[in-house]
């Protein structure tokens, strides 16, 4: 069974950075599609940032020229570099396969604080 792990979370400052990591016990995150996901309270879980099988990459405009998404094959994990942080960045933020998503896993909660 397929098992993500999101880490890198944590409390920062607005402006400040942030870079998450996701990682799987089989390492299909080298080889398939991968997004990274937020939702925040009372909001519906969106799709910020996703690379595809050969490295190309896209972004929701609200994150555009901040975040970068990157994927580091010898460590078998997906990146999400996040910079210029701004407060409406507070989600928990989750990584996923973009087709055939598995279970969700836990999530690494981002806080930005004004």
């Known amino acids: 069974q397929v098992r993500l792990v999101e880490s890198g979370g944590g409390l920062v400052q607005a402006g400040g950075s942030l870079r998450l990591s996701c990682a799987d016990s089989?390492?299909?995150?080298?080889?398939?599609?991968v997004g990274w996901y937020r939702q925040a309270p009372g909001k519906q879980r969106e799709l910020v940032a996703s690379?595809?099988?050969?490295?190309?990459?896209k972004y929701a405009n609200s994150v555009k020229g901040r975040f970068i998404i990157s994927r580091e094959r010898s460590e078998t994990t997906v990146y999400l570099q996040m910079n210029s942080l701004k407060p409406e960045d507070t989600a928990v933020y989750y990584c996923?396969?973009?087709?055939?998503?598995?279970?969700w896993g836990q999530g690494t909660q981002v806080t930005v604080s004004p």
């Open positions: 996923n396969f973009v087709i055939n998503p598995v279970s």
């Open positions: 089989p390492g299909l995150v080298n080889i398939v599609a």
């Open positions: 690379i595809s099988e050969s490295a190309n990459t």
